[in-house]
């Protein structure tokens, strides 16, 4: 045992006389995790490091080239028909899994599960995989990718001080942005050099997987979390009074929770009452889950932004899941083996992003105002982006419109999601951007098995893409349209009441 163990036990032996307290102390002294780990900007650094490990995954901006290469042999059609909806409809249930179960289970074991996911996943990918194999592969990036969040909620369970919640997510987001730039250059750099052959990228990925799995065991291990585990921050007794750190007046909390001190005895009144009532909402996590859900869709501005979030992320995963295979389409169409710069691209989409995304959050606009006709351009340009697509030939020029859609879409999330963070209440705002996550891989589910069931071509399918935001961006137009002529309406007829 340590010297400095001995001396803390001792310290707390000497002033505690209960064996409980000496328990603790034992347990304080023999943590294998420092005191330091508690502070945020040590936590924050340390889910920086594990969300730049996780998106550290060259294979994927290579995967649908690597399946259909010579080592594996998968046809085309394969891989956009059979294989990519897998991933699509997995979604749904570990979209609805996570959930419920990241809050239940204080986010580190699904961190943790979430690295093993990722390493089956490219283990799968070694060596020559059978069709078995690549299903299972598809199964497990799909439950990868509905779980690779959890490390946000995490961050804010272990953060106490929630005016530093802007700036650890800001580095969290620094990480995970930095992990993708640098997968993506790594992924470039070894297909280019090894005469685009992708057998090698597998080990890579792989490789990080493993270390982001020791990382997430090497975490503090979340005490509290938003619903199931929930901090108690009052304290009801017995006569319907109610008692905490900041309105005890003679007794501490430690007093008023021993049963051999005598409480207050008060009558229990109205006000009371509605306190019990409170306290059974706030120790009850379904009802607080269902409060939640109910306050925040009834204001209309949640639910108004929500919408686009929902059909925006929506077209935004579609786009992600098929742009690999739009890529390997060109480059088979135009005969040109030399020309899948897939890595590159995705690096440079991410830096583009993350910039725009940082400039556009800083911007000082009055979003109630001029949210509607924002969204409505945005979508109408990532809708023509999209649209393109179909029509290009060239696989430089489907680049480069990918690296525009990219960075409008991300920079137009920021805003969508502050909006919707701002006017929720209860840090339930994890709760409110999950169930709209969820409900966009239900649409996705849907669109994937109408588009297989019809046959319609990868290109094609890039067309109905665009065509949801292209229809997007006209309801928002016409809301806009009609606000500001209502406005306008209103502003005269009290012009005109003015004597």
Known sequence: MRPSCVIVIAECAGRCCRKTEIFKCFQKALSPLPPIMENWKIVTAAVAVFAFSLEFRPMDSFLTAYLTSPEIHATLSEVSDVLTPIRIQFGVIGTFLVFLLADYLRYKPIMIFNGTLGMLAYACLMGSPTIFRLKVVEVCLSLF??????YYGYLFAKIKEKEQYQTATGCAKAGMLSGKFASGILGQAVVYFNNHDYSTLPYYS?????FVTVWGFLLPSVRHSQYFHAEEQVIATTTGTVADDSSAEYFSKKAIQDPNIPK??????????????????????FKRIYEDFKYSYKDTEVLWWSFWHIVGLFGYAQIILYINVLYTYEMDVSDDKNTLYNGLVDSIATMSAAICAYKIGKANVDWTRRGDMFLAISSLTLGLTMCLCYFFKNIFLVY?????????????????????????????????????AFVAVVL????????????????????????????????????????????????RRRFHRIP
């Open 264 to 285: 207050y005895i008060v009558e229990k009144d109205d006000r009371q009452q509605n306190v019990d009532q409170t306290i059974a909402v706030a120790t009850n996590p």
């Open 206 to 210: 792989f490789t990080s997987m493993t």
């Open 145 to 150: 990718t509905c779980a690779e969040v959890s």
């Open 444 to 491: 996705c589910t849907l669109s994937s098995t109408f588009l297989t069931a019809i046959r319609l071509s990868i290109p094609a399918k890039f067309l109905a893409y665009g065509g949801t935001y292209v229809t997007l961006g006209i309801i928002y137009g016409c809301a806009a349209v009609y606000k500001r002529n209502t406005a306008v309406v209103v502003s």
């Open 400 to 436: 480069a419109m990918f690296i525009f859609y990219d960075t409008l879409v991300e920079s137009t999330f920021v805003i969508v999601i502050s909006q919707i963070a701002k006017r929720l209440r209860n840090d339930c705002y994890t709760l409110i951007l999950g169930f709209n």
